[in-house]
């Protein structure tokens, strides 16, 4: 078999070790707690399911879905930015219905990406940013998210040879996996900065329903000009706890979307239509659901901060999104700590460098897991003797 090169181009996958080691552990019948998983443990909102059972019975939705999604999909998209953000949205032209947002996220490379041109993207930062990247035959260009920047990043710092070679730029607010909030103003000087260098923004936005403190966070696409020179990738997934259902969306810029449009349609048809009828309910239903599952996190969130502040894990307190990201103590590397933790008390989290070389320092925890098993993961970080080497 001849493989192509670009596979060779794809970093290992850097989680192989650990992984088998937390296999090993449960097969020796020990018990471990995860806070490596990002995927919410609380279910789909009743009536959201009601609303695909029934429309599974339907045999108009047995059949091939059109690509581009159903109108009534569109049209609730565009009705749910309205509400959410007050931004206008044209449902045909600047919507556009995905399998999933990491869907889109990965297809859209081919669209803006030729041989050897250059993609900015955040470090740390979703790793599907610079994998589709490569996977297009382009060059990510790692812009560092920082501490003393408020994880946000400084565009001036990126050199202008990089700058005249970029096609597309990422952005992710809330921040996965720093867990970073962004202001209008932030998107505003995004755009700025787009605009002078003909760079496409592509605002990568599932968390903007995960919210703390009831501070909700804005929308890329309220920035002036915005839809000048960028989209936002959204997701049914994290606001109405919809991962396994694959559903989500790509809105503004048109010619961007027709030309996402074009790739999607050659290589997929579309999202099964008893699934994008449950999404229409998930956004035009009741939001009530949103407030709910946010106190819910915000009670996690608080109870695993003081844990590791307690055991000398310095940590930000999160904005928005599932993660805590907390700094690994002196001595210590991510994969070190992360190994400490799952040998002596027997808690899994993920090592920063999964998410880029800036994560080196640190470890994310998710609070995608249930009450009961927080607690006792919080019990056991408590009982952790380390911290000093
Ligand atoms: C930052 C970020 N973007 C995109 C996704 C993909 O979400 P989905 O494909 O479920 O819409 C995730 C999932 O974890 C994520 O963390």
């Not at 869907?103 to 990406?113: N, P, R, S, Y």
């Not at 994880?151 to 070679?165: A, G, N, T, Y």
């Not at 696409?221 to 969306?249: C, N, P």
């Not at 035009?284 to 003081?306: C, P």
Request: net charge negative; proline share 7%; glycine share 8%.
């Amino acid at each position: 078999m001849q493989f192509a090169k670009r596979l060779d181009r794809l970093p290992p996958y850097l989680f192989v070790d650990i992984n088998r080691r937390i296999a090993d552990l449960r097969s020796k019948g020990i018990d471990i707690v995860t806070f490596a998983i990002g995927d919410p443990d609380l279910p789909t909102p009743s009536h959201v399911i009601d609303r695909l059972c029934r429309e599974a019975h339907v045999p108009a939705n047995h059949r091939y879905p059109e690509s581009d999604g159903l109108p009534e999909l569109h049209e609730a998209i565009a009705d749910w930015y309205k509400a959410r953000f007050d931004v206008e949205l044209d449902p045909d032209t600047e919507v556009l219905p995905l399998i999933g947002s990491k869907e889109g996220i990965g297809h859209i490379a081919l669209c803006f990406v030729e041989q050897d041109k250059v993609v900015l993207v955040p470090d740390p930062g979703y790793p599907v940013y610079s994998m589709s990247t490569i996977i297009a035959g382009g060059v990510p260009y790692f812009v560092p998210l920082t501490e003393e920047n408020a994880f946000l990043p400084d565009f001036e710092s990126i050199p202008e040879s990089v700058v005249s070679k970029a096609t597309m730029m990422w952005l992710n607010y809330p921040n996965n996996p720093t867990g970073a909030g962004a202001s209008l103003e932030f998107f505003e000087r995004a755009v700025q900065f787009a605009k002078k260098n003909d760079i496409l923004v592509c605002h990568d936005a599932p968390y903007t329903e995960v919210y703390f403190d009831g501070k909700k966070p804005p929308s890329f696409m309220q920035a002036e000009g915005a839809k000048d020179i960028g989209v936002e990738f959204h997701s049914l997934s994290k606001t109405y706890h919809m991962t396994g259902w694959r559903i989500g969306m790509v809105v503004g810029n048109k010619d961007a979307i027709r030309a996402l449009f074009t790739v999607k349609s050659n290589l997929d048809s579309g999202i099964p239509q008893a699934i994008q009828l449950a999404a229409v309910e998930a956004l035009t239903g009741s939001q009530s659901i949103v407030g709910e599952h946010n106190a819910i996190f915000q009670r996690r969130r608080d109870k695993l901060v003081k844990v590791l502040q307690d055991i000398g894990l310095r940590t930000r307190v999160p904005d928005g999104g599932f993660y805590v990201w907390a700094k690994v103590p002196e001595g210590y590397s991510c994969v070190d700590l992360t190994r400490e933790l799952l040998e002596q008390v027997h808690v899994a989290v993920t090592p920063g460098i999964g998410y880029g070389a800036r994560g080196e320092n640190y470890i994310r925890f998710s609070i995608t897991l249930s009450d009961d098993r927080l607690d006792e993961g919080i019990r056991r970080l408590s009982s952790w003797r380390g911290g000093v080497r």
